[in-house]
């Protein structure tokens, strides 16, 4: 194959990403610079590639601690390619580090619509909500822009190089939320958590589930100590018909309290709902040796009983 020319966008761009991964980020951003302006005299439109190109130098500019040069190369990229996700991860960065804080999180949550397995946009989101939370109070949410809603036609685009997003997504399948399962919450969290967690519950009451999901993972953030946040939310996802996530939280729930009546029982439900009725009847065992006389339970497991025979 033959080598790229020195001077064509395509070499400039080979050499910047060369540079880039060399540490030599103010050289790289000159080099992006160059490609740009080579690709603009062209005259026929790219859109893909100066996106890229913008990102790229984004990259840099964010290394090199420059962030509204980085915020005006990441707002370039998306005008000319409409949510890509490294510039967003890239804008939010230099958002947070410019401590506006509700830009980053706009753009996090842009992310995770286009790919919620993002561990870097799932761990900004965290950050972002804490940081919202004690500068704007409770009703942060109401002082929020607004998010953009992103197409289903929007695919993944993982930009070339450079980045270390690449990796990202397989490794983030392997862990959830590491930062908030290490956190120790102090007595302030504790407290913010039960507000939290009392906010979801009145929620309920009111028939709003999708918003007491809100309130109890917020609620989590603070602390991931209480069960029946777990098994609340649980519920939640129950009447929304999220199973899966109803098993999941069920799951974290009994990890925290082997004896959590509520979640054997909804994830008995959430089990039966995916036609999995071994291990709904497993959980109604278990809930029927705490609770020889819980009524529900009991006919819960005449139910299964006639689906597993």
């Given at each position: ?9 395509e ?8 540079c ?5 980020y ?23 590639e100066?996106?890229?190109l ?30 890509g ?28 619509q ?8 799932v ?5 972002m ?48 939320n ?39 993972s ?27 996530e ?64």
């Open positions: 194959m033959a080598p790229k020319p020195p001077d064509s966008v070499g400039l761009r080979a050499a910047g990403n060369q880039f991964r060399n540490g030599q103010a050289e790289a951003s000159a080099l992006y610079g160059r490609a740009l302006r080579a690709l603009q005299a062209r005259g026929s439109s790219d859109p893909e100066e996106s890229v913008y990102s790229n130098r984004a990259a840099c500019h964010l290394k090199d601690g420059n962030c509204s040069d980085c915020i005006k190369d990441c707002t370039s990229a998306l005008a000319l390619v409409p949510f996700i490294k510039p967003l991860l890239r804008r939010a960065s230099a958002y947070e580090a410019l401590e506006k804080y509700s830009l980053a999180y706009v753009d996090y949550k842009t992310v995770l286009i790919d919620e397995n993002v561990m870097s946009a761990e900004g989101v965290n950050r909500t804490r940081a919202l939370m004690d500068s704007l109070g409770p009703e942060w949410r109401l002082k929020l822009p607004s998010i953009p809603l992103v197409p289903v036609s929007a695919q993944k685009r993982w930009n070339s190089l450079p980045s270390e997003n690449t990796r990202e997504t397989a490794k983030s399948r392997s862990k959830e590491t930062t908030v399962k290490n956190r120790v919450p102090s007595a302030g969290d504790m407290e913010r958590a039960r507000v939290l967690k009392e906010e979801g519950n009145e929620l309920v009451k009111k028939g709003n589930h999708k918003k007491a999901i809100e309130k109890y917020e609620s989590l953030l603070f602390s991931n100590l209480e069960s029946t946040t777990y098994s609340n939310r649980a519920l939640c996802h129950l009447v929304l018909k999220q199973y899966k109803a098993v999941k939280d069920c799951t974290e729930a009994l990890k925290l309290d082997g004896k959590n009546v509520k979640a054997f029982y909804r994830r008995a439900q959430a089990y039966k709902a995916l036609k999995d009725y071994k291990s709904s009847f497993a959980d109604i065992s278990c809930l029927l040796q705490i609770e020889p006389r819980n009524v529900p339970a009991q006919k819960l497991r005449q139910e299964v009983n006639q689906n597993l025979n």
